[in-house]
């Protein structure tokens, strides 16, 4: 059974850069068709797909937040990381890493709150 665990800063300031770290324990990120995601839900809001990363280390984005956004990988640590530049309140939000497999995200972690504000 894979399991996912979010870490980081609860708090981030205007402007500066959020950045999370998702522990995956359970299971290899590098297994073959396995996809690695960040996905968000702001206060009163749906979920939001921010990005994944997969086996190979590829990385895809919603293009909306495409142009300060990365997600990166550690593969020895089994770890994969989400870092968003230049934050705004508006990306204050509920943080979850998931694993994706064809057919849907099978893997949850619990998520993690991160305020923006000064």
């Known amino acids: 059974q894979v399991q996912l665990q979010e870490s980081g800063p609860g708090l981030v300031k205007p402007s500066q850069t959020l950045s999370l770290t998702c522990t995956v324990s359970g299971g290899s990120i590098a297994i073959d068709q396995t996809f690695w995601t960040w996905i968000r839900q702001p206060p009163g809001k749906g979920l939001e797909w921010i990005g994944d990363?997969?086996?190979?280390?590829?990385?895809t984005y919603i293009p909306s937040l495409k142009s300060r956004t990365s997600i990166s990988r550690d593969t020895p640590k089994n770890q994969f990381t989400l870092q968003v530049n230049a934050v705004t309140p508006e990306d204050t939000a509920v943080y979850y890493c998931?694993?994706?497999?064809?057919?849907?995200?099978?893997?949850w972690g619990k998520g993690t709150l991160v305020t923006v504000s000064s």
């Open positions: 990363i997969d086996y190979s280390g590829s990385t």
């Open positions: 998931a694993r994706y497999v064809m057919g849907g995200v099978d893997s």
